[in-house]
């Protein structure tokens, strides 16, 4: 298995004490509630009230601002203390915040992360037992009786839907202005933009580039969506749609004009292998060698610091339990396995875009 420099050093040796991983250990049975515990001192304003305290808050100060009992305050405080997000001096018995503390209140990717995994994820992943042994998104039934969350994202609650889009927006706008680089230093001047999901691409590619035509390929309820979002919008009328359903194998590509670049942005993550390469060799049959196809993922490998690669393993269990039942975050070996198998090869890869993405270019064999 290749691995970057700092996850080798992390992932292939014992690095803790016996009792370190004893605590560890401890972290992950109570882990379910570390969570909530934290989430509430973020919604309560606790962490922020201490963020915004020079000299720090007495419990009885916490109480009155935040209405909340006297009861109330004093278990999430102490659940605080043991978290390591709060900090007490002993003699004025005033919390203040830690470091822990700042980032879980203050770091954009956190904050994402927490509203994803507790409107989202959370209720789902008490069926994750059930979603591997049956190969089916089997905590999605709680939203709704779709076989996958794409089709029923139009329908999920309005707090489920802005935490899902918050997330898949922010891992994906962080790479836009680099990958529109990569794109467009080839003369592209017609791009097949697939599961363009809301739009946001496309829309970033008409206003790049004055001459380009984008096609945005999805499935039909999800093209509703992206209409109704980039109407009006600088460029609107140079993007075209085509509904389709990619899980059906006998669903071909458009053929309607030759694509200079076809664009797959966090997409072939919602996939499943054997998929991947149905929709892989169905891309290959409208290529030509002049036309680049654009993977852009996070593939957890080729991270440059732990905590990524962390959260997107982590990440690779939503898919398990909620999204689609068979598909993951994927190590980038893989991915160009397949891409070899659907008749296609690696023509170089982009690191370090934004939130940690990879952009793998890939183009039609050489005869």
């Not at 972290?27 to 000299?55: C, H, T, Y």
């Not at 599961?195 to 039909?220: E, H, K, S, Y």
């Not at 499943?272 to 993977?295: H, N, P, V």
Request: one cysteine or more; aromatic letters at 12%.
């Amino acid at each position: 298995m290749n691995l970057s420099p700092a996850l080798e050093k992390a992932y292939t040796k014992e690095r803790l004490s016996a009792r370190e991983a004893q605590e560890k250990a401890e972290w992950i049975a109570f882990g379910p509630i570390v969570f909530q515990a934290s989430r509430l001192m973020i919604k309560f304003g606790i962490l922020e009230m201490l963020r915004n305290s020079d000299q720090g808050m007495t419990q009885e100060e916490i109480v009155r601002e935040t209405k909340l009992s006297p009861y109330a305050v004093k278990v999430l405080l102490e659940a605080g203390l043991c978290i390591g997000t709060v900090l007490v001096d002993t003699e004025s018995d005033r919390f203040s915040l830690s470091k822990t503390g700042w980032f879980l209140l203050n770091d954009p990717a956190t904050r994402v992360n927490v509203d994803f995994n507790h409107d989202v994820n959370y209720e789902g992943w008490f069926r994750l037992e059930e979603s591997l042994k049956e190969g089916r998104p089997a905590g999605l039934e709680h939203f709704g009786d779709w076989p996958t969350v794409y089709e029923g994202l139009s329908q999920l609650p309005p707090q489920v839907q802005k935490s899902w889009f918050g997330f898949d927006h922010f891992y994906s706008d962080s790479s836009f202005q680099q990958a529109l680089e990569i794109v467009f230093q080839r003369n592209t001047r017609t791009l097949l933009d697939v599961g363009g999901n809301t739009g946001r691409w496309a829309l970033r590619c008409v206003d790049f580039n004055p001459d380009v035509q984008v096609t945005i390929m999805d499935l039909p309820q999800q093209l509703e969506m992206m209409r109704e979002f980039t109407k009006g919008k600088n460029g609107y009328e140079r993007i075209g749609v085509y509904g389709i359903n990619l899980l059906d194998n006998a669903s071909g590509f458009p053929t309607d004009r030759h694509y200079d670049a076809i664009w797959m942005s966090q997409f072939l993550d919602c996939f499943g292998e054997d998929e991947i390469f149905s929709i892989l060799s169905r891309a290959a049959k409208i290529m030509d060698a002049d036309t680049r196809l654009y993977i852009m993922e996070t593939f957890w490998d080729r991270q440059r610091f732990e905590p990524a690669a962390f959260c997107l393993t982590m990440i690779s269990l939503y898919f398990t339990a909620i999204a689609n039942g068979n598909s993951k975050m994927y190590h980038s070996d893989d991915m160009a396995a397949i891409v070899r198998r659907a008749g296609l090869e690696v023509e170089t890869i982009h690191d370090g875009l934004g939130q940690g993405h990879s952009i793998m270019v890939c183009k039609i064999c050489d005869k």
